[in-house]
Structures are given as C-alpha cells and as structure tokens.
C-alpha cells in the first residue's frame, strides 16, 4: 500500500507536469503567432502567461524579449535576454541573448552596458561579425557620450564660476557704496552731485531767476515821470 500510495503521488506528479508543459507551450505558440502578425503587445501578453507557468524557461524569456523590443520597451527587453543567456547552457543560445541584450541597451543610449553585452557575446562566439560590427558602433557612441558628458560638466562649471563672480561683484560694489555713504554721514557732508545734477540744478536756479523778476516786475511796475525843474 505505502509503495503504491508513492507510486500514485509521482503518477499525479506526471501529469500536473505535463499538463503545465503543455498549457506553457501553448501560451509561447500562440504568442508567436501574434508576434508573426505584428501584434506584439499581444504577443507579449501570452510569453508573460507562460513564464508564469516557469519563469526559468529560456524560449518565454528570448522571445518576451523580443516583443518588448518591438515595442520600443528596450531595458525590459535587456532583461529578457539576460534571463534567457542564464537559463540556457549552450552557447550559442547564450551568445544570440547577449547579442540582443547589447542591442537592446545600444536602443536604449546605455552605451557602457551595450559595450559589456557585445563583448560577452564575443568571448562566446569569436565568429559573431555582426556583434564585432555593434561593438565597434557602441564604442564610437560610448566616446560621444562621455565627450557631451564632460563637456557639459566643464559648462556647468564654468557657469557656476561665472555666476559666483557676477555676485561677488556685486557684492564688492554694494560694500563700497555703503562705505561711502557711512563715511558722509560721519564727516557731515553733503554727497557730491555730478556733473549732470549740477547742470540741472544750475539751470532750474536760472529759471527761478527769471520767473521772481518776472514776478517783481508785476508787482512793482516803473512809472514814468518828468525830472524835477531846478530852483
């Protein structure tokens, strides 16, 4: 009785196992029929389904990687491939997820992790023109990048350096003009008046000047009179 009961346990083992495989490449197939039509969020929808069933499989892992790729979804994507290289011992099925794992990041602008990728791919299959291809295309991009970065960084710098003086300045400015108001209010003098405030005020006296002769002249006019006769 106790080895039938462990023969009956393994027996349903079996077949919830394969139950499982088989529901898992349905899922797969089906995503790779609406991958073949274009429909990639479809497709991605169905690998999802089947890694849920086994998150280690390596076919759900590569091909969700690419309809996330197809989708312009390029770190996920990366991520797919890295599950699928890890899940997969053969080589060349290695090399193929590194491969789209690098262009995959090259799509997403991570130039220093596209690099990584191509060169793991190379180290597995020296053979890969097309990665050797990437590579070289990665390291030009990687060099653009860090170039902008650097240049941006000296920008920004000099920036900081221009707006620091620009307010010491100012502040240096507005010290003096406070010394110097400090020191006339001390001595008791007058602030000297420039050269156009003296005109201004030179002229404004003038026509004072004139308006109060003026003013005089109404108030007081000159009468004409014949000159005293003599005794």
């Given at each position: 009785m106790k080895n039938r009961s462990i023969l009956w346990k393994w027996v349903c083992v079996l077949t919830l196992t394969g139950h499982s495989v088989g529901a898992q490449i349905?899922?797969?197939?089906?995503?790779?029929?609406?991958?073949?039509?274009g429909r990639y969020r479809n497709a991605?929808?169905?690998?999802?389904?089947?890694?849920?069933k086994d998150a280690?499989?390596?076919t759900g892992n590569y091909n969700l990687g690419n309809a996330l790729y197809r989708q312009g979804?390029?770190?996920?994507?990366?991520?797919?491939y890295l599950n699928a290289s890890a899940f997969n011992n053969q080589k060349e099925t290695q090399a193929k997820s590194l491969y789209n794992m690098g262009n995959a990041f090259l799509k997403a602008e991570k130039y220093k992790e596209s690099v990584e990728?191509?060169?793991?791919?190379?180290?597995?299959?020296?053979?890969?023109e097309d990665a050797r291809y990437n590579l070289s295309y990665a390291?030009?991009?990687?060099?653009?990048q860090q170039q902008n970065q650097e240049k941006n960084k000296e920008d920004q710098q000099k920036k900081q350096q221009d707006q620091q003086q620009k307010n010491q300045d100012q502040q240096k400015d507005q010290q003096q003009k406070d010394q110097q108001k400090e020191q006339q209010q001390q001595s008791g003098q007058q602030p000297k008046l420039s050269k156009e405030e003296a005109e201004r005020m030179l002229r404004a006296l003038k026509n004072d000047e004139k308006d109060l002769q003026k003013e005089k002249a109404?108030?007081?006019?000159?009468?004409?009179s014949s000159p005293e006769k003599n005794w």
């Open positions: 349905s899922e797969i197939s089906g995503g790779n029929r609406e991958y073949e039509k991605e929808s169905s690998y999802r389904k089947a890694l849920e280690r499989q390596y979804k390029f770190e996920e994507a990366s991520q797919q990728s191509y060169k793991k791919a190379l180290r597995i299959n020296p053979g890969d390291l030009k991009k990687l060099r653009q109404r108030k007081y006019p000159v009468t004409s």
